[in-house]
């Protein structure tokens, strides 16, 4: 995926989270970060969307299926486990997108339920 179309997917998921010109989309290594109000909560890189994640939403996640971010560096693995590829069924679902956005700013309830 080219940095611009990693661009468009980021622009589109700040457009099902927050009103225009609430998020920031910015480049971000390989990638593009989402940033509101000044921090970064979340990511696309190659094509996924990655949420921030407290130990609670990480449960959520995992149980979903999901996986934290990792990469390849200086010949390892490197996963970040502070951030996690967001389930299928939260994309396809504005609604809960937009509560699983808010919490990766702020912990809260549960964002899956």
């Known amino acids: 995926m080219t ?13 099902q989270i ?3 010109g609430a998020i920031d989309v910015r480049r971000f290594f390989g990638g593009s970060a989402l940033v509101r109000n000044g921090a970064q909560f979340g990511f696309v890189m190659k094509g996924t969307l990655y949420l921030r994640v407290d130990a609670a939403m990480r449960a959520e ?3 979903d299926g999901s996986e934290p971010f990792s990469y390849r560096a200086a ?3 490197v996963t970040v486990r502070r951030y996690y590829a967001v389930p299928a069924h939260v994309i396809d679902d504005p609604s809960l997108l ?8 702020v912990p809260g309830p549960n964002c899956l339920k």
């Open 18 to 20: 927050a009103p225009p």
């Open 61 to 63: 996640f995992e149980a």
């Open 3 to 15: 940095s611009e179309a990693t661009r468009q997917l980021a622009l589109e998921f700040a457009s």
């Open 75 to 77: 010949g390892r693995d």
């Open 98 to 105: 937009r509560r699983c956005s808010e919490r990766a700013d």
